[in-house]
C-alpha cells in the first residue's frame, strides 16, 4: 500500500501522506513524492497541488529506522528541489510538527499553511548533525538570518505564531485546515507566483555578527551548532547551488562522526526509558493529587515540580513555622521561574495559590501519592512512612525519595507493600530531568506504570533502577569520586582533576562539584556507616570536613573561597591538611586523565550490570547525562568506553 493517496478537488489535486506514527521520510515516502510530482506535472487538468499529512502530525523528520545507513535515492535534497521546481505550484498543510526534513519539504513549496497549534523546527543537532537538504540555505532567505541561525543552531521548534511572524509560512490556520489549503490554491492559480525561495536574496551580515554568534555557541562544547552556523553564513555569501553542496557535505561528513554516533545512541535510549517494553499494555493509576512530606531543599523541589505539572500538592513539615517557611521557599521557585520569564506573574501566583502547607498529617488524607522527602536517616524515615500509612487512603500510592538507603528497609511490616516504590529525584529536584525509579519486590505493575507516566507528565527522564546502595547513579559517583581522590594522592593537583573534566565536557570537575554541593553529606553517611560498625577507609574528603572545611558553604572546600565568593582558590590550607597522603609523581595529560575517571565510572557501570541494578548500558549512560552533567555528546561513560 502507497504512502501516498490522491483525491482530487476540481482543478487541485490533494496529496495524503500517511505513513504512521509521524509521517517520517522514508526511502518509500520520497519514491512516492518524487512520483507524485511527475504525474501531476504531466496531469493537464491539475492546475496547483495541496500536500497534507494524516495522523497527528506533518511530515516530522527522518524516518529513525534509517539512522545509520547509508542514503537511497531519491535523495532529499533532490525531492526538495523537484518539488520547488514543479509547473504545478504546491501548498504544505502544517499540523502537528513539521521537524527536519518535513519543514524542509515544506520550504520546497511555493505556498505554506500551518495550523495555529503546529511548531516547526531543525532539531537536528541534537543528533549531531545539521539540516542536510536546505534548511540553512532556504531559510535565511525566507526567515532571515538571525532566525535561521537560532532554529538550527538550537534545535528549538518554533510555534505557529513565530512562524507567521518570521515568514516562514503565507497564513496560520484555526479549524478546517485542509479546506483552507484547498481554498488558498486554488485562489492562487493563474495569477503571479512568488519566486522559489531558492531564488530569493539573502541578506548578509558582519564578521562581528559571526564572531560573537560562534563565541556564544562554542560555550556548548557541541560540533554541529558550529557546523550549522558555518553552513548558514555560506548561504549569504555563496551562490545557492554553492552554498548547498557546502550544507549537504557538511552534513554527510557530521553524520559519520563519532559525536553523532554518540547522540543517536542517546536518542535512541531516551525513547526506549520513556516506554519500557516490560510495562506494555500495563495501565497507570491516576494520579491527581500529592502529598509531599519535608520541605528543604529537597522536598520544596519536589512539590514545584509536581505543581508545574498542575498537580495540587499537600506539603507536611514538622511544624507550623516550618510550614510557613516550606511554602516560601516553593514559592520563591515560582517567583525566579517568573522573573526569568518562564512563567508569568499571575502563573506564579496561581502555582503557589495550589499549595497547602501545614504541620498535619491527616491532610493526606486525600492524596492519591504522598512522597517522603525528609532526612536521609533510616528510622526518621520509617516514622514518616508509618504515618503514612496510617493518614492515607489504602491504595493511595506511598513513595520514597532515599538516595542511600534499602527501601525495603522501609516497607518491612508496611500495609499494602505493593503501593511501595522509590522515586529518586535529584537537586534541585523542579530542574533536574533524572528520575530513578526504584521498585521493591511487592510493587505491583501498575504502580511502576504510573511512576513512568508521573515522569513523562513531569518532564523527567526515568531510568528504572535496581536495589542497591546509591543506586546507580549515586553508586557511580562514590567510584568516580574515590578515582578523583587517587590521582590526587599520586601527586595531581585539585585543580588539574577539575580542568581535564571541564575539558572533557562537563560543566564542573569532581571537586568544584563537591565544593558546591557539600562535602559533609557524604561524609555523614561515611560517618553512619561507620557506626553501624561497617569497614570505610577514611577519604581525602573526610580529613577536609573534619578540620571544619565542607565546601563553599563554609568559605572553603577543595578550595578557598575568600570573602563568601563563588570563585575556586587554589588552597595552601589542603596541601597542608593533605600533605602526608600525597606522593609526588609525573602529572599524566589532561586526556590520560579523563580517560582514567571515565574508565572508573564505566567499570562500576559494568559492576551495576551485572548484578543486574541496571537492565542495559544505555540506561546507565542516561543517568550520568541527565543526573551528573556528563556531556551528551559523548554518550555517556558506557558508550565512550565501548561499553554501551
Not at 539 to 560: E, F, P, S
Amino acid at each position: 500500500m502507497s504512502a501516498l493517496t490522491i483525491d482530487r478537488e476540481g482543478e487541485i489535486a490533494v496529496a495524503t501522506l500517511d505513513n504512521p506514527p509521524v509521517n517520517a521520510i522514508s526511502a518509500e515516502v520520497r519514491r512516492a513524492l518524487w512520483e507524485a510530482v511527475e504525474t501531476f506535472d504531466a496531469d493537464p487538468e491539475i492546475r496547483a497541488v495541496v500536500l497534507v499529512c494524516a495522523g497527528r502530525s506533518f511530515i516530522a523528520g527522518a524516518d529513525v529506522k534509517e539512522f545509520g545507513l547509508p542514503p537511497v535515492a531519491p535523495h532529499l535534497p533532490d525531492l526538495v528541489a523537484r518539488i520547488e521546481a514543479a509547473a504545478k505550484p504546491w501548498t504544505a498543510a502544517i499540523h502537528g510538527a513539521a521537524l527536519g526534513g518535513g519543514l524542509e519539504i515544506a520550504l520546497g513549496c511555493r505556498f505554506r499553511l500551518i495550523d495555529a497549534e503546529a511548531r516547526v523546527g531543525f532539531p537536528e543537532v541534537g543528533l549531531g548533525v545539521i539540516p542536510g537538504a536546505s534548511g540553512t540555505v532556504r531559510t535565511p532567505r525566507l526567515a532571515g538570518v538571525e532566525a535561521a541561525v537560532e532554529m538550527v543552531t538550537s534545535g528549538k521548534p518554533v510555534p505557529a505564531p513565530e512562524a507567521l511572524r518570521l515568514g516562514l509560512v503565507d497564513a496560520m490556520v484555526t479549524g478546517d485546515l485542509r479546506g483552507a489549503a484547498v481554498s488558498y490554491a486554488a485562489s492562487m492559480i493563474g495569477g503571479p507566483l512568488p519566486e522559489p525561495v531558492s531564488a530569493r536574496p539573502v541578506e548578509t551580515r558582519p564578521d562581528s555578527y559571526w564572531a560573537e554568534s560562534r563565541a556564544r555557541l562554542e560555550k556548548s562544547g557541541e560540533t554541529a551548532p558550529l557546523r550549522a552556523l558555518e553552513a548558514v553564513r555560506k548561504a549569504t555569501e555563496l551562490p545557492f547551488d554553492e552554498a548547498m553542496a557546502f550544507e549537504r557535505a557538511t552534513f554527510l561528513a557530521l553524520r559519520d562522526s563519532p559525536e553523532a554516533a554518540a547522540l543517536r545512541h542517546v536518542f535512541f535510549a531516551e525513547r526506549a526509558a520513556l516506554r519500557p517494553a516490560a510495562l506494555k499494555g500495563v495501565a497507570p493509576r491516576g494520579i491527581g493529587s500529592v502529598g509531599v512530606v519535608g520541605g528543604g531543599t529537597m522536598g520544596a523541589g519536589i512539590a514545584a515540580a509536581f505543581r508545574m505539572a498542575g498537580m495540587p500538592v499537600t506539603l507536611i513539615e514538622r511544624d507550623a513555622g516550618a510550614a510557613a517557611r516550606a511554602h516560601a521557599a516553593v514559592s520563591r521557585i515560582f517567583e525566579g521561574a517568573a522573573a526569568r520569564g518562564k512563567l508569568t506573574g499571575a502563573e506564579a501566583g496561581a502555582l503557589s495559590d495550589g499549595l497547602v502547607c501545614t504541620d498535619d498529617h491527616a491532610a493526606l488524607g486525600h492524596v492519591d501519592l504522598a512522597i517522603e522527602a525528609v532526612f536521609e536517616d533510616l528510622a526518621v524515615k520509617r516514622a514518616v512512612f508509618d504515618d503514612l500509612a496510617r493518614v492515607c487512603r489504602p491504595d493511595a500510592i506511598l513513595a520514597t525519595n532515599t538516595s542511600y538507603l534499602d527501601p525495603r528497609c522501609l516497607a518491612e511490616g508496611m500495609p499494602a507493600p505493593e503501593r511501595l516504590i522509590g522515586l529518586h529525584f535529584f537537586s534541585p529536584a523542579h530542574v533536574m530531568k533524572l528520575l530513578e525509579i526504584v521498585p521493591l519486590p511487592g510493587t505491583a505493575p501498575e504502580v511502576l506504570a504510573t511512576a513512568f507516566d508521573l515522569a513523562r507528565r513531569l518532564g523527567k527522564m526515568p531510568v528504572r533502577a535496581g536495589i542497591c546502595e546509591g543506586f546507580i547513579g549515586n553508586r557511580i559517583l562514590k567510584r568516580y569520586r574515590a578515582a578523583a581522590e587517587d590521582l590526587l594522592a599520586e601527586g595531581v593537583p585539585v585543580a588539574g582533576v577539575d580542568a581535564a573534566m571541564r575539558g572533557f565536557g562537563f560543566r564542573m570537575g569532581p571537586f568544584e562539584a563537591q565544593d558546591l554541593g557539600g562535602l559533609d553529606i557524604a561524609f555523614l553517611q561515611r560517618e553512619a556507616a561507620r557506626a553501624e560498625g561497617r569497614d570505610v577507609p577514611e577519604t581525602l574528603a573526610d580529613i577536609l570536613v573534619r578540620a571544619g572545611r565542607k565546601g563553599q558553604k563554609t568559605g572553603g572546600g577543595w578550595y578557598d573561597y575568600p570573602e563568601g565568593g563563588r570563585r575556586p582558590v587554589a588552597s595552601d590550607a589542603v596541601a597542608r591538611l593533605l600533605a602526608d597522603r600525597i606522593a609526588g609523581g609525573e602529572v599524566p595529560a589532561p586526556e590520560a586523565i579523563a580517560e582514567r575517571l571515565v574508565g572508573a565510572m564505566a567499570d562500576e557501570g559494568a559492576a551495576i550490570l551485572s548484578e543486574g541494578i541496571a537492565e542495559t548500558a544505555a540506561q546507565i549512560d542516561l543517568v550520568e547525562i541527565h543526573g551528573y552533567g556528563f556531556p551528551r555528546a559523548k554518550g555517556g561513560p558506557m558508550h565512550w568506553t565501548g561499553r554501551g
